[in-house]
Antibody, heavy 114, light 110 residues
Framework: QVQLVQSGAEVKQPGASVRVSCKAS????????VHWVRQAPGQGLEWMGW????????NHAQKFRGRVTMTGDTSMTTVYMELSSLRFDDTAIYYC???????WGQGTLVSVSS | QSVLTQPPSASGTPGQRVTISCSGS????????VYWFQQFPGTAPKLLIY???QRPSGVPGRFSGSKSGTSASLAISGLQSEDEGDYYC???????????FGGGTKLTVL
């Protein structure tokens, strides 16, 4: 069965970077883009970007350009999202989701705190 | 301020039919297909509707989607208490070259 399993919660200081992983299984990893979506506490969903695991190509929301890096490792069937220069308002649950949004990871809470 | 506008709240009694709207523009909803998601507290969103009106397998037929022009709607018929949660629409936005989500609608079953 299709599964996306994300890495565990992180606590970071302002200015630091965080890397969240999303391990895919149950389907051909290179056939589906992977989206990253985040949700701040009590807020709505916000699309951050996607990665094509086959080519490594990415597309990021304008808001995150320059701060976000999305990569993939086909041997590990895992994609990664790294967000740098963290600010307090980056505190959120970060989700990965397969193209078509039919399967989602369980979410990773990233807390930015001094 | 979300690019897609949803009412912040909606409500209904068990058995009723409720609709949730999602208003956009010609560069997003008007040109691209709309997706709908259901989310319960502490859980990841779940895909309810894709490509305007298609239901993934496993989603009850009580949920339906439609679109007209620059607005889309999610209808829930035969409302049940377990439908209480948050609902989001999303689509591709040409001018932003990215996906956009509505602000979400909190559905309460009275």
């Amino acid at each position: 069965q299709v599964q996306l399993v994300q890495s565990g919660a992180e606590v970071k200081q302002p200015g630091a970077s965080v890397r969240v992983s999303c391990k895919a299984s149950g389907y051909t990893f290179t056939d589906y883009y992977v989206h990253w979506v985040r949700q701040a506490p009590g807020q709505g969903l916000e699309w951050m970007g996607w990665i094509n695991p086959n080519s490594g190509g990415t597309n990021h929301a304008q808001k995150f350009r320059g701060r976000v890096t999305m990569t993939g490792d086909t041997s590990m069937t895992t994609v990664y999202m790294e967000l740098s220069s963290l600010r307090f308002d980056d505190t959120a649950i970060y989700y990965c989701a397969r193209r078509g949004y039919d399967f989602w990871g369980q979410g990773t809470l990233v807390s930015v705190s001094s | 301020q979300s690019v897609l506008t949803q009412p912040p709240s909606a409500s209904g009694t068990p058995g009723q039919r409720v609709t949730i709207s999602c208003s956009g523009s010609s560069s997003n909803v008007g040109r691209n297909t709309v997706y709908w998601f259901q989310q319960f507290p502490g859980t990841a969103p779940k895909l309810l509707i894709y490509r305007d009106d298609q239901r993934p397998s496993g989603v009850p037929g009580r949920f339906s989607g439609s679109k007209s022009g620059t607005s889309a709607s999610l209808a829930i018929s035969g409302l049940q208490s377990e439908d209480e949660g948050d609902y989001y629409c999303a689509t591709w936005a040409d001018t932003l070259n990215g996906w956009v989500f509505g602000g979400g609608t909190k559905l309460t079953v009275l």
